[in-house]
Structures are given as structure tokens and as C-alpha cells.
Nanobody, 122 residues
Framework: QVQLVESGGGLVQAGGSLRLSCAGSGWTYRRNAMGWFRQAPGKEREFVASIGWSGGTTSYANSMKGRFTISRDNARSTMYLQMNSLKPEDTAVYYC???????????????WGQGTQVTVAS
């Protein structure tokens, strides 16, 4: 059974940092690209970042470039999202997901975690 579990969310002041983690189990983790998405209240879910199967390729939404860094540790079946210079508009539930393919992309994610809340106070 595929399982993705996010952790690391919380309340932070604007300008602060958080690191999210996503632990995967139930399949051969290193075979899939992974991604982070977020959903703010009243808004649609949006793409945040993606990382290829080896960790060598990454892709970011424009508004996250330079502030967020996605990484993965295949030996630990864990993915991370380092978020710096956080803004109130970054407040959302953050989800990790496993992509159907090995390479980065914004779609074709088949498995999702339950989400972790990130709240940025102004």
C-alpha cells in the first residue's frame, strides 16, 4: 500500500523558514518523480515544485523560485521542501505527491499525502 506522510508544517512569522518532509512507503520510491503542491482556503490546488527520480532535476513554480528548495533522499525514501523568506500568501495546506513518471512535471501525480498546514503570520 502506497503511503505518503508529510510533516514539518506549523506557524511561522513572515520572513521565517520551515522545512517540510514527506516520507514514502509501499513502493520503490526511487523510481518516481515527486512533487509538492499547496492549496490555500478558497483557492485551487497549485503546483509548488517537482524533483526527478534521482534528485538531479528540479522544477519550481515561478513564485517559489529562489525561496523554496526541493530535495530528496532516496535512501530514506523522503523528500523535503525548504521554504525561506515566507510570506503570508504562502499560507496553505502543503501536499506531497508521487508522479507516474520518473521525470519532473506538473501533472500525472497518482499518490498523495494527507497534507500539512503552513501558516505565515504577518
Amino acid at each position: 500500500q502506497v503511503q505518503l506522510v508529510e510533516s514539518g508544517g506549523g506557524l511561522v512569522q513572515a520572513g521565517g523558514s520551515l522545512r517540510l518532509s514527506c516520507a514514502g512507503s509501499g513502493w520503490t520510491y526511487r523510481r518516481n518523480a515527486m512533487g509538492w503542491f499547496r492549496q490555500a482556503p478558497g483557492k485551487e490546488r497549485e503546483f509548488v515544485a517537482s524533483i526527478g527520480w534521482s534528485g538531479g532535476t528540479t522544477s519550481y513554480a515561478n513564485s517559489m523560485k529562489g525561496r523554496f528548495t526541493i530535495s530528496r533522499d532516496n535512501a530514506r525514501s523522503t523528500m523535503y521542501l525548504q521554504m525561506n523568506s515566507l510570506k503570508p500568501e504562502d499560507t496553505a495546506v502543503y501536499y506531497c505527491a508521487a508522479r507516474r513518471y520518473m521525470f519532473v512535471g506538473t501533472d500525472a501525480y497518482d499518490y498523495w499525502g494527507q497534507g500539512t498546514q503552513v501558516t505565515v503570520a504577518s
